[in-house]
Protein backbone atom coordinates (compact mmCIF):
# COMPACT_ATOMS: atom_id res chain seq x y z
CA UNK A 1 0.00 0.00 0.00
CA UNK A 2 1.40 3.16 -0.88
CA UNK A 3 -0.30 6.55 0.56
CA UNK A 4 0.32 10.42 -1.05
CA UNK A 5 -0.26 12.85 1.66
CA UNK A 6 -1.28 16.27 -0.58
CA UNK A 7 0.34 18.42 2.49
CA UNK A 8 3.36 16.23 2.85
CA UNK A 9 4.58 15.26 -0.64
CA UNK A 10 7.95 13.75 -0.04
CA UNK A 11 6.71 11.53 3.04
CA UNK A 12 7.01 7.83 2.48
CA UNK A 13 5.56 6.85 6.16
CA UNK A 14 6.36 2.81 7.06
CA UNK A 15 2.61 2.43 8.20
CA UNK A 16 0.89 4.00 5.61
CA UNK A 17 -2.84 3.51 6.44
CA UNK A 18 -2.11 5.07 10.35
CA UNK A 19 -0.63 7.74 8.55
CA UNK A 20 -3.64 8.33 5.91
CA UNK A 21 -5.92 7.77 9.07
CA UNK A 22 -4.53 9.78 11.89
CA UNK A 23 -1.69 12.20 9.31
CA UNK A 24 1.80 11.79 9.67
CA UNK A 25 3.87 11.35 12.51
CA UNK A 26 0.80 10.76 14.92
CA UNK A 27 0.36 7.20 16.87
CA UNK A 28 -2.73 5.93 17.92
CA UNK A 29 -4.25 6.72 21.38
CA UNK A 30 -3.49 3.70 23.60
CA UNK A 31 -6.19 1.18 23.98
CA UNK A 32 -8.19 0.85 27.31
CA UNK A 33 -7.35 -1.89 30.04
CA UNK A 34 -9.78 -4.60 29.44
CA UNK A 35 -11.64 -4.22 32.40
CA UNK A 36 -12.66 -0.91 31.18
CA UNK A 37 -14.10 -2.15 27.61
CA UNK A 38 -15.84 -5.18 29.79
CA UNK A 39 -17.75 -2.71 32.16
CA UNK A 40 -18.41 -0.32 29.19
CA UNK A 41 -19.50 -3.23 26.71
CA UNK A 42 -21.58 -4.93 29.33
CA UNK A 43 -23.55 -2.28 30.03
CA UNK A 44 -25.00 -1.87 26.47
CA UNK A 45 -27.53 -4.00 24.41
CA UNK A 46 -28.04 -6.43 24.77
CA UNK A 47 -26.40 -7.66 28.12
CA UNK A 48 -27.81 -4.57 30.00
CA UNK A 49 -25.98 -5.04 33.08
CA UNK A 50 -27.17 -2.80 35.48
CA UNK A 51 -23.50 -1.76 37.09
CA UNK A 52 -23.77 0.24 40.42
CA UNK A 53 -21.20 1.92 42.45
CA UNK A 54 -19.82 0.19 45.39
CA UNK A 55 -18.75 2.34 48.42
CA UNK A 56 -15.87 0.36 49.44
CA UNK A 57 -12.36 0.43 48.61
CA UNK A 58 -10.62 -1.93 46.69
CA UNK A 59 -8.88 -4.39 48.44
CA UNK A 60 -6.15 -4.60 45.88
CA UNK A 61 -5.17 -1.13 45.27
CA UNK A 62 -7.40 0.83 47.60
CA UNK A 63 -9.44 3.02 45.05
CA UNK A 64 -13.14 4.01 45.36
CA UNK A 65 -13.82 3.08 41.97
CA UNK A 66 -15.53 -0.08 42.28
CA UNK A 67 -18.83 -1.35 40.87
CA UNK A 68 -20.96 -4.21 41.26
CA UNK A 69 -23.69 -6.01 39.49
CA UNK A 70 -25.65 -9.05 40.00
CA UNK A 71 -26.38 -11.65 36.87
CA UNK A 72 -27.71 -14.87 36.65
CA UNK A 73 -25.42 -17.36 34.92
CA UNK A 74 -27.78 -20.77 35.58
CA UNK A 75 -31.27 -21.00 36.86
CA UNK A 76 -31.60 -19.63 40.91
CA UNK A 77 -28.23 -18.71 40.57
CA UNK A 78 -27.12 -15.11 40.86
CA UNK A 79 -23.75 -14.31 40.63
CA UNK A 80 -22.71 -10.88 42.59
CA UNK A 81 -19.74 -9.43 40.58
CA UNK A 82 -17.39 -6.45 41.88
CA UNK A 83 -15.10 -4.81 39.73
CA UNK A 84 -12.38 -2.18 40.09
CA UNK A 85 -12.26 0.05 37.78
CA UNK A 86 -8.41 1.49 38.64
CA UNK A 87 -6.63 -1.88 38.65
CA UNK A 88 -9.27 -4.83 37.28
CA UNK A 89 -9.20 -6.71 40.49
CA UNK A 90 -12.53 -9.37 39.83
CA UNK A 91 -14.50 -11.16 42.27
CA UNK A 92 -17.56 -13.03 41.86
CA UNK A 93 -19.26 -14.84 44.40
CA UNK A 94 -22.40 -17.28 43.06
CA UNK A 95 -25.52 -17.27 45.44
CA UNK A 96 -28.43 -19.37 45.82
CA UNK A 97 -31.75 -18.08 45.13
CA UNK A 98 -34.29 -18.08 48.60
CA UNK A 99 -31.35 -19.53 50.33
CA UNK A 100 -28.86 -18.85 52.22
CA UNK A 101 -26.44 -20.70 50.30
CA UNK A 102 -23.52 -18.85 48.65
CA UNK A 103 -19.85 -19.74 47.54
CA UNK A 104 -16.18 -18.16 48.61
CA UNK A 105 -15.93 -15.61 46.01
CA UNK A 106 -13.33 -16.25 43.12
CA UNK A 107 -10.78 -12.58 43.40
CA UNK A 108 -8.05 -12.12 40.78
CA UNK A 109 -6.84 -9.96 38.25
CA UNK A 110 -5.15 -11.44 35.76
CA UNK A 111 -7.26 -10.64 32.37
CA UNK A 112 -4.38 -12.05 29.84
CA UNK A 113 -4.79 -15.02 30.15
CA UNK A 114 -7.64 -14.87 32.40
CA UNK A 115 -7.16 -15.67 35.93
CA UNK A 116 -10.64 -18.19 37.06
CA UNK A 117 -12.06 -14.95 38.65
CA UNK A 118 -12.30 -12.72 35.54
CA UNK A 119 -13.03 -16.17 33.43
CA UNK A 120 -16.22 -16.63 35.80
CA UNK A 121 -17.15 -12.48 35.47
CA UNK A 122 -16.47 -12.94 31.88
CA UNK A 123 -19.12 -15.63 31.80
CA UNK A 124 -21.64 -13.85 34.55
CA UNK A 125 -21.14 -10.50 31.94
CA UNK A 126 -21.66 -12.35 28.87
CA UNK A 127 -23.39 -15.78 29.07
CA UNK A 128 -26.35 -14.92 31.51
CA UNK A 129 -29.24 -17.69 31.59
CA UNK A 130 -31.52 -15.75 29.84
CA UNK A 131 -29.85 -15.58 27.02
CA UNK A 132 -29.15 -18.92 26.88
CA UNK A 133 -33.09 -19.69 27.90
CA UNK A 134 -34.09 -17.68 24.64
CA UNK A 135 -31.75 -18.61 21.92
CA UNK A 136 -32.52 -22.22 22.34
CA UNK A 137 -34.49 -23.58 19.06
CA UNK A 138 -38.25 -23.98 20.34
CA UNK A 139 -38.49 -26.92 17.66
Known amino acids: MTTFLPDVPDCIPSNPLAAFLLGPGKAPRP ?11 AGQIPWNV ?4 C ?7 GAQVTFQAN ?8 A ?3 LCLACGRAAVE ?3 TRTTLHETP ?3 NAWSPPCPAVARLREAVFRPFWANHFERDPD
Do not use: E, K
Not at 31 to 41: D, H, K, N, V
Not at 50 to 53: D, F, I, P, R
Open 80 to 82: RCL
Open 94 to 96: YLR
Open 55 to 61: PLACDGC
Open 31 to 41: QSPPWIRLFRI
Open 50 to 53: NWLY
Open 106 to 108: VVG
Open 71 to 78: THPRPQVI
